[in-house]
């Protein structure tokens, strides 16, 4: 037996990598011969993803145009672009179907990965299912074995499994909480400083339950796994404020931004390494999702410190009168583009948010009003004033703040 690529995924990568090719070539004749030279960095960028796309495009549909799994009476070979890779019957100890591969596992414990979208992929499940172990279902029993056998999680086996509802119950309902904050501070957010916490709020929370249900909530999911996980209410509550925080606030310079956020980072990081022991290095897999909860990290360590330097900011405002040199709209955020060098840090334009409502209202050429402030933890930033020639400090982004910040 031969398992292919299906005819419908074949064709449509074939076309993409048409449109790939295309792409780089775009993109080397606009570094060649556009009159419009851009900046070197720039250049650099759009040469490097033209380089890319070419060699994707090019990749690709020989890839597809070998791959094959072929099944043999006490093996099977694999062909790929360039190389062939033969497992024994005898090597495997069962496999395991993911969103993206069917993975046979050898007795070694290294993945042989084949698409899902293969032809005849009913026939090539009969196959596997009659020929080898689903270890999913194996996973599972050993995950069941390790709650109701572990004293640590009661001093019975009703205790235990009164432990692991509980613990699913709670992530079930942190879940919902997260959704319901996510669509607030995305589309409500008023008052702004209590969305915008109520969401930074999860994350701690999520690792709090991960330490005290150790081994039964999970940092990072796996499919069909009956454990419960808390990896998005790391991924969705900061996605949420760090859209929020970019569209509402003016940041001037990021300089004393970086140094906390690393050192935040590395502490969560770490914190969490020890006091879990869910973040591992053992595979290539765990690598990835390691890497990945860091970023994430990160991200919360920026999106809490800028918090922070906005809500807790009690310098003296400075107000400027700046000219608009004009405006534009995108994805239903309203901008104006402001003159330069109305403040020190400011050499070039620079863009400022505003609502619909404002926006209508001004025209290329209007004086606005802008409020500066150092920030608390000396990170400035700047608002439009959209009662602009009043100078009451009235916010623009509709949400609270603080007695002590006003002005």
């Known amino acids: 037996m031969e398992f292919r690529i299906a ?41 490097i993803l033209a380089v890319i796309s070419i060699l994707f495009s090019l990749y690709t549909p020989l890839k597809i145009f070998r791959e094959k799994l072929s099944v043999q009476k006490d093996r099977l070979i694999y ?14 100890e069962g496999f395991r179907i993911d969103e993206s591969y069917y993975r046979i596992v050898t007795k070694s414990k290294k993945d042989f990965k084949i698409s899902l979208y293969i032809e005849s992929e009913d026939q090539f499940i ?59 501070v995305i589309a409500f ?51 949420a404020v760090l859209m929020r925080i970019f569209y509402d606030m003016e940041i001037l310079s990021y300089r004393n931004l970086w140094i906390p956020a690393f050192s935040l980072t590395s502490l969560i990081s770490l914190f969490v390494f020890f006091k879990t022991g869910q973040l591992k290095f053992g595979n290539h897999i765990e690598q990835i999702s390691f890497g990945a909860f860091v970023v994430f990290f990160f991200l919360y360590s920026m999106c809490l410190i800028l918090t922070f330097n906005f809500i807790f900011d009690v310098s003296e405002p400075k107000y400027f009168d700046v000219e608009v040199l004009d405006k534009r709209e995108s994805d239903s955020a309203y901008y104006l583009q402001l003159e330069s060098d109305w403040h020190p840090l400011i050499r ?60």
């Open 189 to 239: 957010p008023h008052p702004w400083d209590v969305m915008v916490l109520l969401n930074l709020s999860i994350l701690p929370i999520a690792i709090f339950l991960t330490i005290k249900y150790k081994g039964i909530v999970q940092l990072d999911g796996k499919k069909n796994s009956t454990l419960p996980h808390v990896s998005y209410l790391v991924l969705f509550p900061v996605l």
């Open 126 to 184: 009969d196959y596997l299912y009659d020929n080898f172990d689903d270890l999913t279902i194996s996973d599972q029993s050993k995950e069941a074995s390790f709650i109701l056998e572990n004293v640590e999680f009661g001093v019975d086996k009703i205790q235990r499994e009164k432990t692991f509802d509980r613990s699913r119950n709670i992530v079930k309902t942190l879940n919902i909480c997260m959704v319901t904050l996510f669509i607030l």
């Open 7 to 47: 005819p419908g995924w074949r064709i449509f990568i074939y076309l993409a990598s048409l449109f790939f090719f295309g792409l780089g070539v775009w993109m080397f004749y606009q570094l060649l011969f556009s009159p419009e030279s851009g900046e070197f960095w720039t250049n650099i960028l759009v040469f």
């Open 79 to 92: 062909h790929s672009a360039f190389t062939s890779k033969t497992i024994f019957k005898d090597n495997i």
């Open 348 to 407: 070039d334009e620079i863009d400022g948010t505003v609502s619909a409502e404002f926006y209508r209202k001004i025209v290329s050429g209007d004086i606005i009003n802008v409020e500066f402030r150092h920030g608390a933890l000396d990170i400035p930033w700047f608002q439009i004033l959209e009662n602009s020639f009043e100078r009451r400090g009235e916010r623009n982004y509709k949400f609270s703040i603080p007695d002590t910040l006003e002005y």
